[in-house]
């Protein structure tokens, strides 16, 4: 049964770091591309960054460019975003997200399966 948990989340200051993980059960994670998406309360989920499977093309969000990194790890099944120059509007459950091959929009509907979320929050 194909399955994706995240890890990572947690309370950092503004200007703070983290990295979430997202690792993937039964399933080779290589012939599926990652999304990460986020949702704050009271507002829709949206695409943070996406990854694509075969030729690792990467998608930005306007909002995190310059300051959040998405990666992966076929070996050890795991993806990755990287969390840098954190701000308060940051703050939100962060949730990964699989599909078969590429995914041409870094969108909520254009993902399959789904992780059970890691809250982020950005707080002094």
């Known amino acids: 049964q194909l399955q994706v948990v995240e890890s990572g989340g947690g309370l950092v200051q503004p200007g703070g770091s983290l990295r979430l993980s997202c690792a993937a059960f039964?399933?080779?994670?290589?012939?599926?591309?990652i999304g990460w998406f986020r949702q704050a309360p009271g507002k829709e989920r949206e695409g943070v960054s996406c990854?694509?499977?075969?030729?690792?093309?990467?998608y930005y969000a306007d909002s995190v460019k310059g300051r959040f990194t998405i990666s992966r790890d076929n070996a050890k099944d795991t993806g990755y975003l990287q969390l840098n120059s954190l701000k308060p509007e940051d703050t939100a459950v962060y949730y990964c997200?699989?599909?078969?091959?590429?995914?041409?929009?870094?969108?909520?509907?254009?993902?399959?399966?789904w992780g059970q979320g890691t809250q982020v929050t950005v707080s002094s």
């Open positions: 990854i694509n499977s075969s030729d690792g093309a990467t």
């Open positions: 997200a699989v599909v078969k091959g590429n995914s041409w929009h870094c969108a909520p509907a254009w993902y399959d399966d």
């Open positions: 039964g399933f080779a994670l290589e012939h599926y591309s």
